[in-house]
C-alpha cells in the first residue's frame, strides 16, 4: 500500500507515514482472543486491513509474560498506525494487559457475539463512552464496605471497578430472605436505568447485596451496552446467574 497523502510505500497497509508524517488510518479495532488477535485499521468508515497476531498460551509462571508478550506485540501493531481512536473487545485478561501497555484511550466494544468492526461504524456517529483513568481499588465507594460472598464476591465486584467505563461501585447492605441459591457465589447486571448506570444483585445463599454502578454512559442505551459486557465478564468468570 502507498500512502494516501504523499504516495511513499508503506511496510504494511495503513502504517503512519514516516516520509509525509501523516496516518493512513484513523481507528483501529481489537478483537482478542486468548491466542489470537486481529487488528482491523479503518479510515473514514472503511476497512485498511486486518493483522493477525498469535500466541500458545503458556502455564504456571510462564503465562503472566507470555500473555504481556502477546498484548505488547498487538500494541505495537497499533502504535504503527497511530490511530486517533482504538477499540478493543474479547478476552478480559489480555485487554486489560494491553491497556497498561498503550498510551491511547482504549474503548470497550461490549456487545458479545456480534461483528466487532461492524459495531463500531455503525456507531460512528455516537458520542463515545468516556474511559475512566481512576485505578479500579479508588472506585470502591459507600459506607457498607463488607461485601457478600467472601473473596468471590470481591472477585464480582472487581469486574466491575476494573471496566474502563465505570466511574464508582457502591456497595449496599446485605440483606437476608427469599430463595437461596445452591450453585455458590452468582450475580448478575440488571437493566441500565435513565441516566446510563446499572446495577449488580450479588447472591451467596439466602443472602442478597446490591451493587451501584455509575458509569460514564449518557443515556439507557449506552448503559446497557455496558450492562452486556458486565454479564459477559461475569458468564466469563463463571459467576453469571
Known amino acids: 500500500m502507498e500512502c494516501r497523502r504523499c504516495g511513499s510505500r508503506l511496510d504494511r497497509a495503513g502504517d503512519f507515514c514516516l516520509v509525509c508524517r501523516h ?6 479495532v481489537c478483537e482478542l482472543g486468548r491466542e489470537r488477535a486481529s487488528v482491523t485499521g479503518l479510515f473514514e468508515g472503511e476497512r485498511v486491513g486486518t493483522w493477525t497476531v ?8 510462564d503465562e503472566k509474560r507470555e500473555r504481556r508478550n ?16 482504538v477499540y478493543a473487545t474479547g478476552e478480559r485478561d489480555v485487554l486489560g494487559t494491553l491497556r ?4 491511547y484511550d482504549l474503548r470497550r466494544v461490549a456487545d458479545p457475539g456480534e461483528d466487532a468492526v461492524e459495531t463500531v461504524l455503525a456507531r460512528s456517529e455516537e458520542s463515545p463512552l ?5 485505578p479500579p481499588r479508588e472506585k470502591l465507594g459507600g459506607s457498607h464496605s463488607t461485601l457478600v ?5 470481591r472477585e464480582i465486584v472487581a469486574i466491575a471497578t476494573d471496566h474502563p467505563h465505570v466511574k464508582k461501585v457502591i456497595p449496599g447492605p446485605i440483606e437476608s430472605g427469599g430463595r437461596g441459591s445452591r450453585t455458590g457465589v452468582r450475580a448478575k447486571a ?7 448506570n446499572v446495577r449488580l444483585l ?27 459486557d458486565l454479564n459477559r465478564a461475569l458468564d466469563e468468570e463463571g459467576f453469571r446467574e
Open 54 to 61: 498469535t500466541t500458545v498460551q503458556e502455564e504456571g509462571e
Open 100 to 103: 497498561g501497555q498503550l498510551h
Open 149 to 153: 460472598g467472601g473473596r468471590a464476591g
Open 23 to 28: 496516518p493512513n488510518v484513523d481507528t483501529v
Open 130 to 134: 468516556a474511559v475512566v483513568e481512576t
Open 190 to 196: 440488571t437493566r441500565a436505568d435513565g441516566r446510563g
Open 202 to 228: 450479588v447472591r451467596d445463599g439466602s443472602s442478597v447485596q446490591e451493587v451501584r454502578v455509575v458509569t460514564t454512559a449518557a443515556d439507557r442505551g449506552q448503559g446497557e451496552r455496558v450492562r452486556e
Open 70 to 85: 502477546f498484548a505488547g506485540r498487538v500494541a505495537d501493531e497499533i502504535h504503527r498506525k497511530r490511530p486517533e481512536e
